[in-house]
């Protein structure tokens, strides 16, 4: 396996610009004669489709839910990051790049998030333009607000939904081109394998969720825009139907998965209440504006939060990072949650939570302000909780949230695969070991409206659009391997439950692969995720049949490569003997609990190679070196 | 924490050809802290351990109440009892001990069943794809701010905009129409300075589609308001009727 990052020479403002001009184009009357499969309606996907058939080119668009317009970008909740500078306070395309790089711990490549910075501005003028409803001033102009991660406001924002404006603007798009026939749609289809001729990707195996059939789908390229893969923890904040199915069957032909154990563990989500919970709820980090964290000074001090003096309260993030306070990076704010309930002081029927109180705000603003900003939310947390956060503060603790790890892909976010794209947090590119808040919504829009369209016909123009069906053997043979597991699968009719099963990995996951890691963990982890799954294929039980709609077979499916995907995590982080972002080894960390990089023997990419599985995953690591010419590595502090 | 009995009255489909029945269910300790679909997880986990009849299916997805894919009509009520919260932020605290609890798919004719509780409502993909957009390329826009919307627009678009796709409306409506769904996404785009140079044509062709799909007229009922889970207001249909109404004559 050999992987070249294609990245471009020349000062890093002028790489993307000059590698643009670089790249082959393919003409508009040769454009319709490539058929491009999209994997996935999300941001990325629906974007990405809706760009691609406007250019001429003839779609596909396969998405696991019912509509396009449900894919999980729709949760997203807070905003979109973008260097207009409208607000005046210094803000730059160089600002935004640098907070992104330094936010992902060093551990992504400069080139790629300068392009992100870059594309911004445009991301934002295309929504605008296609109707989404940001928020505005007075006087009739975009408004802004902070995040975590950077001393500038660059979010925009669409009150809580802004995920689900974003999204609804391009699945819109894509529905126009649904509408011109230049995209062919096929909603409630699940993607189960990639078909590899002459080492190239050519096609796809697909389960139809309705009828339960198995399909076949040529192409000259697939794009796989299919998120992340935060559901290997059971309890996250990711929809149910979330998964890693499709991005896993293409690590098994031959893609290469890239930093498995960058997770993001978001700081603000609603705590776990019992066993019968399936997943857990984000509140937005914008609350972090306003909101002010602690926990009571005293251990196991059970009075209620609004009873407890100010002198006794103990405003953790304000009190250690008092440049950043609460609007310090989720990494940070996650591990010092950890920290603090870790050491009893935490709140709540099971100690694990700490509070997010907006006394001091709705003192200073009034309740109307506050209403305004972040009312949705507040419903959203008293349904849930059955509390009124505008008089108790609210109960949070950290959730699995994103996964910044995900198939390698070089600057043209094409993968090691020739012809398989990647886009969205289905890659790897450009968070490094930590996402900073309102980048997601970003780099999935820049990958879909502003960089696949362009790099994917640089590998189209090379690549003759033939006559290939699929009645080509490599179509059988995958479609034969799809349905044979799904029987398999059916067949076990064992004892446990799928969701059993998903629980006990997931806890593996959470206990051992989560906020922290330590090589003794990690290795029980492995051990352990071993012999779970090798009971999971002997005493799984799977109702139903796969010739109809049957959502427990889909979950079977899915579970059974999140167990695989499982052990990739372990070992990488078991082999990442350093801590960075999100990676939190206990081994490497200073006194006050912060992570320590070690840049000498770790700033690389760890791209991971599937050799195959018996018993135990057999996988050989790869490294893409990143090299910092414009950044000067540096210990992030937020102090 | 305190734990209740619960009965169940679930409607059970093989297909769209299936007749379709109510089949019982009790289901013990169910908690108050629980999210109603996450009863239903619990039941469906029940069923699968017995193995004598396959679990329930119904549509879900975030469980966050933004996705729209859940669409319980509980007791008679698309999403359930509770004002403006979908089925997936229900929590069974709203129940007692003791309660029985009919749960059936949202009917209508435009919405066929493909399971139990999982219906078709590809309909409304449809209904936005005949032309629930602006047309703009990606690449073309202009500058964000050289299109200035008044703040007090830009609010009321945005609150039609809101609208999750779910289906309750037609569930609850005694016609069946779309009108809540299509008026929301009219009134979205038709109120802004960017939804104006396709305002004709997108208003008619998204109200044909609508009956082609075989949605009920509107009578006013005001039903779908009543369940939505957003809380979109019925003075979309009115918009949609005012634009209409100028689009054709």
Redesign the interface.
Known sequence: MKLDSQEPSGPLEDKWNNHLQDIKLVSPNNKRKYNIIVVGTGLAGASAAASLAELGYKVKAFCIQDSGRRAHSISAQGGINAAKNYPNDGDSVWRLFYDTIKGGDYRSRESNVYRLAQNSNEIIDQAVAQGVPFAREYGGLLDNRSFGGAQVSRTFYARGQTGQQLLMGAYQAMMKEVHSGKIEYYPRHEMLDLVMIDGKARGIITRDLVKGDINKFEADAVVLCTGGYGNVFYLSTNAKNSNVTAAWRCHKRGAAFANPCYVQIHPTCIPVSGDYQSKLTLMSESLRNDGRVWVPRKKGDDRPPNEIPEDERYYYLEEKYPSFGNLVPRDVASRNAKLVTDDGMGVGETGKAVYLDFRDAIKRDGIETIRSKYGNLFDMYENIMDENPYEVPMKIFPAVHYTMGGLWVDYNLMSNVPGLFVAGEANFSDHGANRLGASALMQGLSDGYFIIPYTIGNYLADHQPGDLTTDHKAFTEAAKTSEDQLQKLLSIQGDKTIIEFHRELGKIMWDKVGISRSKEGLEEAIEQIRELREEFWTNVRVPGEMTYYNKYLEFALRVADYFELAELMAIDALDREESCGCHLRDEYQSEEGEAIRNDEDYSFVSAWEYQGINGKLKTKLHKENLEFEFVELKQRSYK | ?STMTIHLKIWRQ??ANDPGHFEDYTLDEV?E???F???L??L??N???E?KE??V?F???????????CNLVINGRAHGP?HK?AVC?L?M?NYSDGDTIVIEPPRAAAFPV??DL?V???A??RI??????????????????L?????DV??E??DY??C??CGACVAACPNSSAALFTGAKLA??NL?P??QPEIEKRTIAMVDQMEKEGFGDCSNHGECEAVCPVGISISAIAEMRKDYLKAVI
Do not use: W
């Open positions: 924490m093989k297909n908690s802290h629980m999210s679909l996450e009863m997880d619990v469906n986990e069923l699968i351990k193995g396959e679990p299916e549509d879900y997805d975030c469980r966050e109440g933004i996705c729209g894919s509770k919260t932020q929590h605290r493909i399971k999982v078709d409502r590809s409304f993909d936005i794809e005949a032309g629930g957009y602006v047309s703009v390329k990606t690449g073309s826009a202009p500058e964000a701010n299109i200035p919307i008044a703040q830009s609010n678009s945005f905009a809101t999750i796709g979205h785009l802004l960017q939804g």
